[in-house]
Structures are given as C-alpha cells and as structure tokens.
C-alpha cells in the first residue's frame, strides 16, 4: 500500500515538469509502427494533461500533421472510429483550413500537407496558431510557434533521407 502511494505521489510530482518540457519545440526520433522516425513536437498543458501538436514524415513531399487532444469521454465524436473533420489553423490574421482524420492507434487527428504548403510554411514562420474543428466536436488548441521551424526542418530533412 505505501509502495502504491508513493508511485502515484511520483507520478503527480513528474506532471507538471512533463507538461513544462513538452511546452517547447522537439524534435527527436521516436518509435512509431514501422520503426524510428523523426518528430516534431509541442503540447499545450492544461492542469494534469495536455493537448500536443506533432508533425512527422507522410507521404513523399508532405508532412502528417497530428493533434493529440485532451477529449471528452465521448471520443472519438459519437464512437465513430472513421471520424474526420475540417479544422481551421488560425495564424494572427492568416487561416488555412485541412481536412483532419481520427487515427485509432493512439487517438490523434491527422492531415497530411505538402512540404511547401501554406500550411507547413505558417507552422514554421508564425508566432501561435490555434486548430479549431470546425464541426465544434473536437477541443480547439492553442500552440506556440516559436522554434517550430528549426524543429520542423529537422524532420524535413530526414524525410528527404
């Protein structure tokens, strides 16, 4: 019993410093279905958890484009694993719309965008941005774009590897 209490006491004590560390730009490989691949990363903590942001390798020439949301019980919207939507990236004053699928392995939505795309350059040049499901049934999140592009190069270039 006092080993259970401490492990969670730990566990809690580590949430907020995970959430301060993953508030900045990463890239780094992870582990993924196929094997290693190169990743961007960024959350935006709320309390105990946090929405996160990830751009990946995709198809040649693009990117995948992943939020991870803090969801409500009823996710993915209604139990419907084919679930997508549009979202809207708001950018200062600029927004671009990309279609966005339910991913069932680990619950993220997804859209892929050219290298070049509107999409990618404003994820690499902006200040914020803030991805809004325009069907209202996924949590709109707010990331910080700063360093972003050093990050996003990187998995970039070893897409081009």
């Known amino acids: 019993m006092i080993i259970r209490f ?6 809690l004590a580590a ?8 508030s900045a730009w990463t890239a ?11 990743v961007a990363r960024i959350c935006q903590p709320l309390g ?7 751009v990946q390798c995709g198809e040649p020439g693009a990117f995948w484009i992943r939020l991870l949301p803090v969801a409500p019980d009823n996710y993915p919207p209604g139990g419907d694993y084919n679930f997508n939507s549009r979202f809207k990236f708001n950018f200062d004053k600029i927004a671009v719309e990309q279609d966005m699928v339910y991913q069932g392995m680990d619950g993220a939505m997804a859209g ?20 809004e499901d ?15 592009k050093s990050a996003i190069n990187k998995v970039q270039a070893s897409c081009l590897n």
Request: charged share 20%; aromatic share 4%; with cysteine.
């Open 112 to 131: 892929k965008a050219a290298f070049e795309s509107p999409l990618a350059e404003l994820l690499r040049s902006s200040r914020s941005m803030t991805m």
């Open 28 to 38: 780094g490989l992870e582990e993924d279905e196929g094997g290693k691949v190169m």
């Open 15 to 22: 949430a907020p410093a995970a959430a301060e560390e993953c």
């Open 48 to 54: 105990n958890a946090a929405h996160e942001l990830s």
């Open 134 to 148: 325009l069907s209202g049934k996924v949590p709109s999140a707010t990331f910080i774009l700063t360093g972003s």
């Open 6 to 11: 401490g492990l969670v006491a730990l566990f």
